[in-house]
């Protein structure tokens, strides 16, 4: 079920893809971009995702508001104007994606039209991302697919049949390369409406690898993700929470970004291989702990051990419990004394 991205296997039984989503949090400042880039880095992303929408795709009514919180007072902000204002050129996506090369970073970004995919993919991207409000544009769908690059689709809002139509829609263009993201699209999402038990039945109903976009404060429910299978997890990231713009105040930052990365990474080495029997480092304890049959007496020289002559004791040296049954009528070489450990040596 893995892909591969940038050279690297996306799946399950993979280490996870983590992206810091920067988004709208570079507030319109390249040099703000480059030093939440170079955060990003240091807090242990794989990868930034920025938006090289064009407003006017998504919005036409420019009466539409959007409200949020920002240093705790309640904004309100004309939506096309708060989006215009954070559009990327073509020559400010190209000057990040080198950045983000010279930075050792992946680099990726949500577009909202054919151009925009034709773009990231002669900018060289490794990966294509569908945002959620766009899951139902079904030609940009088919449009990403035709790149023949690996492509991430958000089901924020989605219906079953919207994610089945999108993910029909895609593979018709004979490109199989999808991750699936689970997302719930609340800012910030409450964890009673996490539902992350859907990333198991995302892989099941739709046998791709899939993910998590996570819109949930602090780290848990990244790290809990991994453990029900996710492979990618998506976090919106800023460089200050205090920075004015509708995204920071519920985006992490690069201490929360970290502690979710470092929680990741401890959950991938918790989850282990699935296969049952003891590990490498339970061998000693194995030895120690485990019980033996011992002599619950002293015992002479060619007794018959009767079953009163057994206790069951540490260290699990000798024969295990269940081997009682098999000591009861057999004849010992030498005396005993109480508590030595019975093996097949001792008996006649």
């Not at 099941?204 to 429910?221: K, M, N, R, T, Y």
């Not at 590990?279 to 019980?291: H, K, P, V």
């Not at 009767?306 to 081997?323: C, H, M, Q, V, Y």
Request: charged share 25%; glycine share 10%.
């Amino acid at each position: 079920m893995a892909i591969t991205i940038e050279n690297r296997p996306i799946g399950p039984k993979e280490a996870s893809y983590l992206v810091a989503e920067i988004g709208l949090n570079y507030n319109g400042d390249l040099g703000l971009a480059r030093e939440t880039i170079d955060a990003a880095k240091d807090s242990g992303a794989d990868a930034v995702k920025f938006q090289n929408y064009v407003t006017e795709d998504f919005i036409s009514d420019h009466s539409l508001t959007h409200e949020y919180v920002e240093n705790g007072k309640t904004v309100v902000r004309s939506q096309y104007e708060m989006f215009k204002a954070y559009e990327l050129s073509e020559s400010d996506l190209a000057a990040l994606a080198e950045y983000c090369r010279e930075r050792g970073i992946g680099f990726h970004s949500t577009p909202t039209n054919p151009e925009g995919v034709r773009l990231l993919a002669n900018l060289g991207v490794g990966v294509l991302k569908n945002g959620s409000d766009y899951l139902t544009n079904l030609d940009l769908v088919r449009t990403m697919g035709e790149t023949g690059l690996p492509t991430v689709l958000s089901t924020g809002m989605a219906t079953v049949g919207e994610i089945d139509d999108a993910v029909r829609a895609f593979r018709q263009t004979g490109n199989d390369k999808l991750i699936l993201l689970h997302c719930v699209s609340n800012y910030p999402c409450d964890p009673k409406d996490l539902n992350l038990r859907r990333i198991g039945t995302l892989q099941d109903c739709f046998s791709c690898p899939v993910g998590l976009s996570d819109h949930s404060e602090g780290a848990f429910a990244a790290a809990l993700a991994v453990g029900l299978g996710a492979c990618w997890i998506e976090k919106h990231f800023t460089l200050d929470k205090t920075l004015p713009g509708p995204d920071h105040r519920f985006s992490a930052d690069p201490l929360e970004f970290k502690a979710m990365a470092e929680g990741v990474r401890i959950a991938e080495l918790a989850l282990g291989s699935a296969q049952l029997g003891p590990t490498g480092s339970e061998e000693d304890a194995r030895q120690g702990w485990r019980l033996s049959c011992v002599t619950a007496r002293d015992l002479d020289a060619n007794h018959k051990i009767e079953r009163s002559d057994i206790a069951f004791n540490r260290p699990g040296t000798g024969l295990p419990p269940k081997g009682a049954d098999w000591l009861v009528g057999r004849s010992i070489k030498t005396a005993l004394t109480k508590g030595h450990v019975l093996t097949p040596e001792d008996l006649l």
